[in-house]
């Protein structure tokens, strides 16, 4: 694509996010003197925004305002700032070192002890100390000042997630005529749960300063408003077409959802060497090449529903002892947030309960559960879900969730199954997933034997329904949308 041929996109952009497309790292101690490419490793990130937003970028040039968290990322920057991609330079990113207090305040703080649990309804595991207030207001100022630094007048700026909702104020003030536009990547809560969030008035306050702000779905957008309408005594807020009117702007809340890139995905799977993968990953435990994988990729977030998954395949082998040694659970996991105490103990439950599992079926010849915390490439893990013959995806929450855009995408050799909880994004959006409530141990183990008993017409069937939908999501349209929803 080429992303300036679209009428709706700005000349240039600045987009902020917490997390960085490109990060340095020193591969070995820093030394004095001038820095070799030897010194320093470079890691492209591979979540949904860098692969949605870095293609963009590097079209049509501009800023990337970031954190700074990588050991070297300063040491190689011009005053914060570096040119990517290595060996491309077709964009800048500007670098924000942030303090160990500012991180513990601002990130793993009001970011990811209040916002997070609160807009993923869990408002009982928020906590909010009087620092992480202070912090996060401290960062978002920090961050709006490096994007006066790099903005003229009338530039526009796209803020990303929940890291930034009070920034966009803060420009707004130094840039009256900016456009500004936002995305909230994980749900929006319903009123009566946004009525949990300490200073929740602040925050709706420093979004209201934003033209467009965006969501995954319909709900989110319609929940914001709402909010909106109950607690900003001064906007007039117009519930049919999601537009609020506050302090001189004028913001459209926009039900946009974000895609993945499909042909990058596809290409992957398509190139991927699946018995290397099945060796590497699988070979001391599945040795068997017939026996089915059912899988499960996620961060170790008490959002995603692994301990329910864990107990709905205990209540399967146990109701279908027959099952038993005809298909193989293999949880891919990543550490996450583990400066948090609720991510640490998510973690070792999680272990706690692959052991038990596989204790309590386990023989001389099969293997029940299988659980890795390998790093895996892009490529390698596009093999892996090409090797599944079934993927769950049971999170209590979740704005979007792009490993049900990933696996079905994955599946080109047309045979699949995903069983979706209906209480993601995607299950409003995605068509042709076996959809389950998250919490429903019983419902959860009926849909992992319905995924391996679907004949193979309604398997193939459901697969290119999936398919489908998710081509019509790609994040190419994504970001078009986004701008077509700004002002003119
Ligand atoms: O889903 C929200 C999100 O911020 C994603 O954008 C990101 O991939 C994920 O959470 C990871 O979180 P963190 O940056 O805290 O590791």
Not at 33 to 39: F, K, P
Not at 95 to 105: H, K
Not at 120 to 127: L, V
Not at 305 to 313: D, K, N, S, T, V
Request: with cysteine; charged share 25%.
């Amino acid at each position: 694509m080429s992303q300036s041929s679209v009428d709706a996109l700005p000349e240039s952009l600045v987009v902020v996010s917490n997390r960085q497309p490109y990060s340095h790292e020193w591969t070995a101690d820093p030394v004095e003197g001038a820095i070799t490419t030897d010194d320093v490793a470079v890691t492209t990130a591979t979540g949904g925004v860098t692969s949605a937003l870095d293609p963009l970028m590097r079209s049509l040039g501009g800023t990337w305002v970031a954190w700074a968290s990588g050991d070297a990322d300063m040491a190689v920057a011009d005053e914060g700032i570096v040119a990517v991609p290595p060996g491309e330079e077709s964009y800048d990113l500007k670098r924000v070192p942030l303090s160990e207090e500012e991180i513990e305040g601002y990130y793993h703080g009001y970011a990811n002890q209040v916002l997070w649990p609160l807009c993923h309804e869990e408002s009982g595991r928020i906590w909010a100390k009087p620092t992480y207030w202070e912090q996060y207001r401290a960062v978002n100022e920090r961050f709006a000042g490096a994007v006066r630094e790099v903005t003229d007048p009338e530039d526009t700026v796209w803020f990303q997630d929940y890291h930034f909702a009070l920034a966009p104020r803060r420009v707004r003030t130094a840039r009256p005529d900016a456009t500004l536009h936002h995305f909230w990547h994980i749900p929006w809560p319903a009123p009566t749960v946004f009525d949990h969030c300490p200073r929740g008035e602040a925050v709706l306050d420093g979004l209201l300063a934003c033209d467009v702000v965006g969501f995954h779905t319909e709900p989110d957008a319609d929940h914001f408003c709402r909010c909106v309408e109950a607690i900003v005594p001064d906007a007039t807020v117009d519930l049919d077409n999601s537009v609020v009117r506050y302090e001189g702007t004028e913001t459209r809340a926009v039900a946009n959802p974000l895609g993945i890139d499909v042909d990058g995905v596809r290409h992957r799977a398509e190139n991927a060497d699946t018995d290397a993968v099945r060796r590497q990953l699988l070979g001391d435990t599945v040795p068997d090449p017939s026996i089915p994988i059912v899988l499960g990729v996620e961060r170790l977030d008490y959002s995603k529903g692994i301990p329910e998954r864990i107990a709905a395949l205990d209540h399967l082998w146990e109701r279908r002892p027959d099952l038993r040694g005809e298909f193989t659970y293999v949880q891919k996991a990543s550490r996450t947030r583990e400066g948090i105490a609720a991510y640490r103990r998510y973690r070792q439950d999680v272990v706690a309960e692959m052991q038990r599992i596989n204790e309590r079926y386990g023989t001389d010849d099969w293997h029940p559960a299988v659980y890795t915390e390998r790093r895996l490439s892009a490529e390698t893990l596009a093999g892996l879900y090409r090797v599944a013959d079934a993927a769950l995806v049971t999170p209590h929450r979740d704005g979007m969730n792009l490993v049900a855009h990933e696996y079905p995408t994955a599946c080109v050799d047309g045979d699949g199954a995903l069983v979706l909880s209906e209480l993601a994004g995607a299950a409003t959006q995605l068509d042709g997933a076996l959809t389950v409530n998250p919490h429903d141990i019983a419902e959860i183990a009926d849909a992992i034997e319905r995924s391996l008993e679907l004949d193979e017409r309604d398997r193939r069937e459901r697969l290119a329904r999936l398919q489908a939908s998710i081509e019509v999501l790609d994040s190419t349209n994504w970001v078009e949308r986004q701008f077509r929803a700004g002002p003119d």
